[in-house]
């Protein structure tokens, strides 16, 4: 009979700290008691049948130790309680989800812009445009800073997103301006959403898909601008993590708990036109981006003299699939096979700030050529190892090529022929590559930038990043 109580204390402790881990703890312990009341009165029963005075006396004594393994059990379940409720916290701590989602409902106000193209064609598709009878312009004139006035924007039209015809004309907002898109080339869009948790560990990440020329504010700062002045690319093809290219500041930094507020323009010209958006949040998230280099630094800078010569033969011309003559960029480079690694020359080199389109005051004219330098450190190479993928990201204008640390990462170069120009960028680096490269310490970067025809630009970044 002892053997039998003590084997049924060992079930009932063993199912007690079972249950402290599953969370379920009362269920638990209550079937094991009542299991172990079954077995000794099982138990019980067959003594007394042997010997019936002794049956009461066992009985009694069984009774006794139940209601004690019970009471030891029930104090140790409430002494675990609240631990296991601290593990259950903590192990659920992680979370995702969005605060804003595609095809959300938005206030909007639409802004009648006619399009005159390049050509002189009403509504036409041919860049370097303008606008007649523009409201939009109109109404920011009048109202410099719209998007910090809440109780207007809130006092606008609703609709579910997407505002355009690039995701899908069928599902679009009915709205102008994609009823009447010939005449209606401006909208303006807002929308609240409340942020609960600030802390450290959660990440806020902005997503937005836009075409064209895009103004975006979040609670009243400008946050994301982009504007090709009717004649370079400022429009993507879908849902991009969009980062911030005001200034050095994340998502996150624009947020406050409570509710917070987005307000976007968007100017189409010619072709297709498009707003959606969306934001995500990850808690307890340990996936913080490094940025070894951002954008809108100074870089050191020397610019060559490189006549274009388009494909029409004239000189400084704005047609494709031309060439460089003279081309002095291509006799230095040639001339030093290891530019790259130079870097006692290059710290010798003019100091400019990016965008190098303003930054650099020689990258002009007939000086087509610019080679770039910039040295940075890194803390700690095995902290980012497990990143996702390492990023060259910000707006480059146009043919490039990148070096780290004397390794070409990323290159893009149509030759004067295709398109090698980029706006609000992001581009995947090998992973592999990068890691047997980047070290510890101080590390480098060597930038060539050749522009053709048009306009001319380099400001960008690189990081690890955590998807």
């Not at 000794?40 to 009985?59: F, K, L, M, P, Y």
Request: net charge negative; with cysteine; aromatic share 14%.
């Amino acid at each position: 009979m002892k053997k039998t109580i003590s084997m049924m204390l060992v079930l009932v402790l063993v199912c007690a700290a079972f249950a402290s881990c599953s969370g379920d703890i009362s269920d638990v312990v209550d079937n094991a008691v009542n299991t172990a009341n079954e077995a000794i009165s099982n138990a019980a029963d067959a003594v007394g049948e042997a010997a019936g005075e002794v049956t009461e006396q066992v009985s009694e004594a069984v009774g006794d130790t139940v209601e004690e393994i019970q009471n030891t059990v029930e104090e140790a379940v409430e002494e675990i309680k609240e631990p296991a409720a601290e593990v259950t916290t903590e192990s659920a701590g992680h979370e995702e989800g969005t605060l804003i989602d595609q095809m959300d409902h938005w206030h909007y106000r639409t802004f009648e812009c006619q399009y005159i193209d390049g050509n002189g064609e009403f509504s036409g598709w041919a860049a370097g445009g303008h606008y007649e009878n523009d409201e939009m312009a109109d109404f920011v004139a009048s109202n410099p800073e719209w998007y910090k006035d809440t109780a207007m924007m809130n006092g606008w039209e609703e609709a579910d997103a997407p505002f355009g015809d690039c995701i899908n004309s069928s599902i679009a907002a009915d709205t102008p301006f994609v009823s009447d898109p010939a005449n209606n080339h401006g909208i303006m869009v807002y929308k609240t959403f409340t942020v609960d948790d600030l802390a450290d560990d959660t990440l806020y990440e902005y997503y937005m898909f836009y075409d064209n020329t895009v103004y975006c504010y979040v609670n009243g700062e400008p946050y994301f601008i982009l504007d090709g002045n009717l004649t370079s690319q400022d429009w993507n093809g879908g849902y991009d993590l969009i980062k911030c290219n005001q200034g050095d500041k994340t998502f996150k930094d624009f947020l406050h708990e409570g509710e917070n507020y987005i307000a976007v323009s968007i100017k189409d010209a010619w072709g297709g036109r498009e707003f959606d958006a969306y934001i995500s949040y990850e808690k307890g998230s340990t996936k913080k981006d490094v940025t070894f280099v951002d954008q809108n630094q100074e870089w050191q800078y020397t610019t060559f003299y490189c006549p274009y010569i388009d494909g029409e033969g004239n000189v400084d011309g704005g047609a494709a699939g031309g060439h460089f003559e003279p081309d002095e960029m291509a006799d230095y480079l040639a001339a030093h096979p290891d530019f790259m690694t130079d870097t006692a020359t290059a710290k010798g080199w003019a100091t400019g700030k990016a965008p190098m389109s303003s930054g650099a005051p020689e990258w002009t004219g007939s000086n087509h050529g610019l080679l770039l330098y910039k040295a940075f450190n890194v803390d700690s190479v095995e902290a980012v190892k497990g990143c996702d993928e390492f990023d060259w990201f910000g707006d480059y204008d146009n043919a490039i090529h990148v070096w780290l640390n004397g390794v070409e990462i990323y290159t893009d170069d149509g030759e004067c022929v295709v398109q090698d120009w980029q706006s609000g960028g992001n581009w995947q680096l090998d992973k592999d590559l990068i890691l047997s490269t980047l070290k510890d310490g101080e590390n480098f970067l060597f930038v060539t930038i050749k522009d053709a025809w048009g306009g001319r630009d380099f400001n960008c970044g690189f990081r690890a990043h955590w998807n």
